[in-house]
Nanobody, 123 residues
Framework: VQLQASGGGLVQAGGSLRLSCAAS????????MAWFRQAPGKEREFVAA????????YYGDSVKGRVTVSRDNAKNTVQLQMNSLNPEDTAVYYC?????????????????WGQGTLVTVSS
């Protein structure tokens, strides 16, 4: 599966941003979709994941309550709505996919990655 993330940009602290990821292929609903991020000089961090039909979501502790992950299986897309952004959210955000929930939620090692989209939050 190929993934294309978009929607990054510059936003002021307290603002909102919506990221989107488009996936290729006809088996989108068989993949758990996820978002990760990596800030300069820091390790990659799990942000959110959503299971096959969208009924179950997982969130990283640092973003819980501020972000919402959703998916549209008819359009092969996954979105990340981010609110109350702060400068610590500045990072390259990556869309990722794996058919295994454990690969993402437990091992934090999905098989497929998209290119990143940069989110910059100014203070």
């Amino acid at each position: 599966v190929q993934l294309q993330a978009s929607g990054g940009g510059l936003v002021q602290a307290g603002g909102s941003l919506r990221l989107s990821c488009a996936a290729s292929g006809r088996t989108f609903s068989t993949y758990v979709m996820a978002w990760f991020r990596q800030a300069p000089g820091k390790e990659r961090e799990f942000v959110a994941a959503i299971k096959y039909t969208g009924g179950v979501q997982y969130y990283g502790d640092s973003v819980k309550g501020r972000v919402t992950v959703s998916r549209d299986n008819a359009k092969n897309t996954v979105q990340l709505q981010m609110n109350s952004l702060n400068p610590e959210d500045t990072a390259v955000y990556y869309c990722a996919a794996d058919q295994s929930v454990q690969a993402i939620v437990l091992r934090r090692a999905p098989e497929y990655w998209g290119q990143g989209t940069l989110v910059t939050v100014s203070s």
